[in-house]
């Protein structure tokens, strides 16, 4: 990221667990002394205390990314992708075990404004906002969308989330 922005401000978007990797990423962004204005979570849960993806929790994770489990081939659909992409994709499911397992995520400083998109579209209405508040220093503002977890990136979904977050884009 540094690479193509050497220094923030920073405006960072994260959905699902990507959400948690955007939120860790701000804190240290934020820790090392630069500017992030912007945190946007899409749909993003807490990390559970003292989860342990461990055995049959691990091969969870993997199940979500198309995997049937850690010691057998993928599933047709990514096999397709070819070896080098089934690589960085169990690469990617070992490194999101290592970061679920760290636990509750640090505190994230400096009054950043957090946008909280969250799907209400199925049974339990998404994640709960209000969980984040606690590792925030600003305000977190919630915003409901009426489709599922795995729909916030269809065409009508994204457009109300684009929509909010267009007039915060500029510099």
């Known amino acids: 990221m540094r690479s193509v922005q050497r220094h923030g401000p920073y405006r960072l978007l994260g959905w699902s667990l990507g959400g948690q990797l955007a939120h860790a990423?701000?804190?240290?962004?934020?820790?090392?002394?630069?500017r992030v204005v912007l945190l946007a979570l899409?749909?993003?849960?807490?990390?559970?205390?003292?989860?342990d993806p461990s055995g049959e929790e691990e091969n969870e994770v993997l199940r979500t990314l198309g995997f049937f489990s850690a010691a057998e081939p993928p599933s047709a659909s990514l096999s397709v992708l070819g070896d080098t992409v089934v690589t960085g994709v169990r690469a990617a499911a070992a490194s999101a075990v290592r970061f679920l397992r760290g636990g509750r995520?640090?505190?994230?400083?400096?009054?950043?404004?957090?946008?909280?998109f969250r799907a209400t579209g199925e049974e339990g209405g998404g994640a709960d906002p209000a969980a984040w508040q606690p590792y925030c220093t600003g305000p977190v503002a919630s915003h409901d969308l009426g489709s599922g977890h795995h729909e916030l990136?269809?065409?009508?979904?994204?457009g109300r989330?684009?929509?909010?977050?267009?007039?915060?884009?500029?510099?």
Do not use: K, Q
């Open 42 to 51: 899409l749909d993003t849960h807490l990390p559970t205390a003292g989860w």
């Open 153 to 158: 990136l269809d065409a009508g979904p994204l």
């Open 25 to 34: 990423i701000a804190a240290r962004l934020t820790e090392e002394g630069e």
């Open 105 to 116: 995520p640090p505190v994230r400083g400096g009054g950043t404004e957090v946008m909280f």
């Open 161 to 171: 989330i684009a929509a909010l977050l267009g007039p915060r884009l500029s510099p």
